[in-house]
C-alpha cells in the first residue's frame, strides 16, 4: 500500500443534468480517489443512471439534454468531451440493461469495446486478459449473445468495457435480475478488477452488497446527492433514512 497522499481521479462539481427543460440532477459534487470504489445508492429515479451518463459524455446532446457543472478525469476537464473522447481518456461505462449486439458473437461484442484507433493494437491481448477473467466467455467466444444467460451477458457487458483499458469503470445496475450465485460470482470478478488498481463506480439497488464492496458511498434522492461517507463510519439506519427521504436527510 502507497503512504503518499491518494490521488483524485474523478471530480465532480456542482453538476446539474437536464433532459430538455427537465432537471434530473441537481448540483452534485463527489471526488474519487485511485482505488476508490463509489457506491451510488438510491430509490427508482434517483438520477444515478443521469449520474453516469453524465460522467461518460452521455448528456451532452444539445437541445435533448446537456450539463451544468464541471466533471474532471484526472485533471482534466471532460464536461464538454463527447462519448468516445471520454473512453479515450479511460473511463468505460456497463450500462444499465447492458446494450450488448444481442445478434453477434461474445467475441464480437467484446472486440467492439476496442474499437478506437488507440485500443485496437491491444486488442487481441486484451481479449486473452478478458478470457482469463471469464474463462466461460472463452468457451462461448462464438456463441450469439441473445443465447447466454443474463449473467453470462452481464460478463460480456464487463469484459467490453475492460477492453478499452480503462482506469474507471462505472457500473449501472450491477447485478439486477441475476440469480444469487451469479451476482456473487459477479461480484468476485470484480474484486479481481478494483485489485488491478481500476477504480470504480458501482449503481448497485442492492444496498448491502453495495456497502460491502465499496470504500465510499453516497446516497441521491430526487437528482441530489443527500449523504455521502465511508461504509462502516455512517450508521445502517442513517443510510436507509437518507435512501427513503426521511429525517434530516431531507433537509439536507
Ligand atoms: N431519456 C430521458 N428523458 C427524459 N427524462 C429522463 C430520461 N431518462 C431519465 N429521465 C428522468 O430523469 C430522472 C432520473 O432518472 P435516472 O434514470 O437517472 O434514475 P435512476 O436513479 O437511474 O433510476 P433507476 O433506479 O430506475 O434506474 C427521472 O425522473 C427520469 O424520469
Ligand atoms: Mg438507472
Known amino acids: 500500500m502507497s503512504t503518499s497522499a491518494p490521488e483524485t481521479v474523478l471530480r465532480v462539481a456542482s453538476l446539474s443534468a437536464y433532459y430538455g427543460e427537465l432537471r434530473a440532477i441537481y448540483d452534485c459534487s463527489l471526488e474519487l480517489a485511485r482505488g476508490d470504489v463509489l457506491a451510488v445508492i438510491g430509490a427508482n429515479g434517483a438520477g444515478k443512471s443521469t449520474l453516469l451518463k453524465s460522467i461518460v459524455g452521455l448528456m451532452n446532446h444539445g437541445a435533448r439534454s446537456h450539463l451544468r457543472g464541471l466533471v474532471e478525469f ?35 461484442n467484446l ?15 486484451r481479449l486473452a486478459e478478458v478470457f482469463e477473467l471469464f474463462p466461460r466467455l472463452r468457451e462461448r467466444r462464438r456463441q450469439t449473445v441473445s443465447e ?17 483499458g480503462p482506469k474507471l469503470i462505472l457500473f449501472d445496475e450491477l447485478s439486477l435480475g441475476l440469480a444469487p450465485v451469479m451476482v456473487d460470482e459477479i461480484y468476485r470478478k470484480l474484486a479481481q478488477i478494483i485489485e488491478r488498481g481500476v477504480s470504480c463506480v458501482i449503481v448497485e439497488q442492492d444496498l448491502k452488497r453495495a456497502l460491502a464492496s ?39
Open 74 to 108: 484526472e485533471g482534466r476537464r471532460i464536461d464538454k468531451l463527447g462519448p468516445e473522447e471520454i473512453v479515450d481518456a479511460g473511463i468505460a461505462l456497463v450500462p444499465e440493461g447492458r446494450r450488448l449486439f444481442d445478434r453477434m458473437s461474445v467475441e464480437d
Open 111 to 125: 472486440l467492439a469495446g476496442a474499437y478506437l484507433a488507440r485500443c485496437r493494437p491491444q486488442a487481441a491481448q
Open 148 to 164: 447466454m444467460s443474463g449473467g453470462e451477458q452481464q460478463m460480456v457487458a464487463i469484459g467490453r468495457a475492460l477492453m478499452s
Open 214 to 252: 465499496s470504500t465510499r458511498f453516497c446516497v441521491m434522492l430526487e437528482g441530489s446527492i443527500v449523504l455521502e461517507g465511508r461504509p462502516g463510519e455512517v450508521p445502517m439506519e442513517a443510510i436507509t433514512a437518507a435512501y427513503f427521504g426521511a429525517g434530516e436527510a431531507r433537509q439536507a
